[in-house]
């Protein structure tokens, strides 16, 4: 088992900045890889961005390349997401998402609102 524990979300102006992290705890030695995905109101859950563990690719979805940085810290076993130029599309709880053998884990989510 994994656990997921996201923190710094908030309410940020348009321009502006915010750095979520997510500290993963239990079954980390098997982490395949760590991302972020996000929901806005009525819509469906997205993916967002995506860090292998072991060789530090990434991948980002196509809105966000250029603006949002996936990182991480492998001896505290945390990902960092920072997000810079938010715009209100950008609203949304996000998840971090974790892949253990083969098993998706999910942490519980922190709001991120982008006002206008």
């Known amino acids: 088992q994994v656990q997921l524990v996201e923190s710094g979300g908030g309410l940020v102006q348009a321009g502006g900045s915010l750095r979520l992290s997510c500290a993963a705890s239990?079954?980390?030695?098997?982490?395949?890889?760590m991302g972020w995905f996000r929901q806005a109101p009525g819509k469906e859950r997205e993916f967002v961005a995506i860090?292998?563990?072991?060789?530090?690719?990434?991948n980002y979805k196509a809105s966000v390349k250029g603006r949002f940085t996936i990182s991480r810290d492998n001896a505290k076993n945390t990902v960092f997401l920072q997000m810079n130029s938010l715009k209100p599309e950008d609203t949304a709880v996000y998840y971090c998402?974790?892949?253990?053998?083969?098993?998706?884990?999910w942490g519980q989510g922190t709001q991120v609102t982008v006002s206008s």
């Open positions: 998402n974790a892949n253990s053998d083969g098993v998706q884990y």
């Open positions: 239990g079954r980390t030695f098997s982490l395949a890889d």
């Open positions: 860090i292998n563990w072991r060789s530090i690719g990434t």
